[in-house]
């Protein structure tokens, strides 16, 4: 079985990059809006890449086996 590893890194690089962009965002009178959309596409990223990651680890149903006799 997976471990959740993989997850909390993602999530570390993702709040590394969310920091860099909130401290490197140029000054000016549209500063706060470009760092809340590049917060808000960090993390919206990271959640879609999340919940697919998961569902292909812990899906919700099982794949069956057919066993057909010819």
């Not at 809340?36 to 794949?63: D, F, G, K």
């Amino acid at each position: 079985m997976s471990s959740t590893l993989p997850v909390l890194l993602v999530l570390i690089a993702v709040l590394g990059l969310m920091t860099a962009a909130w401290v490197f965002t140029r000054k000016g009178p549209h500063q706060t809006l470009i760092r809340t959309s590049i917060s808000l596409a960090l993390a919206c990223c990271y959640l879609m890449w999340m919940v697919t990651y998961l569902a292909q680890v812990h899906p919700l149903e099982r794949p069956k086996k057919s066993f057909i006799l010819e």
